[in-house]
């Protein structure tokens, strides 16, 4: 069963819908098929000239990587955390407007997915309760690689960098919105909706090419950095990520 899937849904809007059944958490076989969903979405909504919206189940974003699979040694670690970067790198320049849309929580790589949108949209509360958003592995005892850390640093207030990635801080909505993580947010049924709206107008408002070279203006340096990163990455260093054998996202 594919965990990804992309389709148009009018004439300059694609969406690029993850749902695994479950938290969305990105293995092997869900940064495979997102990857070659951007393919297909980027010369779709190229000759279009539309926009994309990348939209979660109704409980997760996504949970981040896929930690049991990473467990099962360091070449298994090495080759998730390279594609997930590899994925990281194809949407931080991505040549049409991404419109992320959190339906549901974003912690770990889903916080990370967010940040690579040019607009963020998420329910003020989730099945009831408030949205959870955030980088938190510090209190999973892990170690970010640096070169995932720059998504934060090129894109989160900076006065918030420190709660944001050395105390690994979960934030509501709102303090979301503050920090960085989102743009707009909306009422729990309202997200998609929203999403699909905000893709039609901004497809019809960048006109190409000239969106994606402003763009790279300010997305280069997160793409170098990510890029020189993934080549420096050793597979002895993958599991240094863990510091315990139960982490959970």
């Not at 993850?18 to 969903?37: H, I, R």
């Not at 539309?50 to 360091?74: Q, T, Y």
Request: with cysteine.
């Amino acid at each position: 069963m594919a965990v990804a899937t992309y389709k148009r849904v009018s004439g300059t809007v694609g969406l690029l819908q993850l749902d695994d059944g479950k938290s969305n958490a990105f293995g092997q076989q869900m940064l495979t098929e997102v990857t070659e969903c951007l393919v297909v979405a980027e010369k779709d909504l190229l000759e279009c000239k539309g926009a994309l919206v990348i939209a979660g189940n109704e409980r997760l974003l996504s949970s981040g990587f896929d930690l049991k699979a990473m467990m099962k040694g360091p070449k298994e670690a090495a080759a998730i955390i390279t594609a997930g970067a590899a994925m990281t790198e194809r949407l931080a320049l991505f040549p049409r407007p991404v419109i992320v849309a959190a339906t549901g929580h974003a912690v770990a790589l889903g916080a990370l997915l967010l940040l690579t949108g040019d607009y963020r949209i998420a329910p003020s509360t989730v099945g009831g309760k408030p949205l959870k958003v955030g980088l938190n592995e510090t209190s999973n005892g892990m170690t970010m690689p640096d070169f995932f850390a720059e998504g934060a640093r090129y894109t989160l207030a900076p006065q918030y960098l420190r709660e944001c990635l050395a105390l690994g801080l979960i934030y509501d909505a709102a303090r979301a919105q503050v920090v960085g993580f989102l743009d707009d947010v909306v009422a729990e049924g309202d997200v998609l909706k929203t999403a699909l709206a905000k893709a039609e107008q901004l497809a019809a408002w960048c006109k190409h090419p000239a969106f994606i070279e402003n763009k790279k203006l300010v997305r280069r340096p997160l793409d170098e950095a990510i890029a020189r990163g993934r080549a420096e990455q050793q597979a002895t260093d993958s599991l240094k990520w863990f510091a315990k054998s139960k982490a959970k996202l």
